[in-house]
């Protein structure tokens, strides 16, 4: 497998050209199952397995495990400052740095409940947005770009399918 293929298993990103009701629906889906789908990814996989890298230079399972706990709980604050703000401008963090920190050396029980948690209340969140709502945005401050809500929730379903993919790869390469 070529390392494009190792970084991207599912694809880069692309925003939807359009945002259906079915589109919208199956995203929602994807975000309240996904904490399942990660724990059947990673259940009965050892030590030395969770510390196996999906590609050369690339982050173990563990430290997968632990960003998207991060990412998701930036992501849930993203979604209600783009409710209770004007087009807010996020802030940004700088993953891989915080991939080096402690804590992603922990076992992964404690990212795996609180995506529980985060995935639960997200969720509940998304399923309760009118129209307007998903046309709120907040600016990116890297990109500049303001993002619509709609958007944030393509972007974040198609986040937990990536990342399940860079597990699925460091378990083929750990068996």
Known sequence: MIDEELRY???KFSPPVSYTQQAVSGWISDIKTFP???RLAVMGLTETQLDTQYRTGGWTIRQVVHHLADS???SIIRFKWALTEENPTIKAYEEADWALLPD???????????LDGVHQR?????DSFTEEEWSRTFIHPQSGASVPLKRNLALYSWHGKHHLGHIAAAVKRAV
């Open 122 to 126: 997200l969720g509940a969140l998304l």
């Open 9 to 11: 298993p599912i694809g």
């Open 72 to 74: 998701h709980m930036n």
């Open 104 to 114: 992603y050396r922990l076992p992964i029980e404690s990212s795996l409940k609180i």
């Open 36 to 38: 399942g789908k990660l």
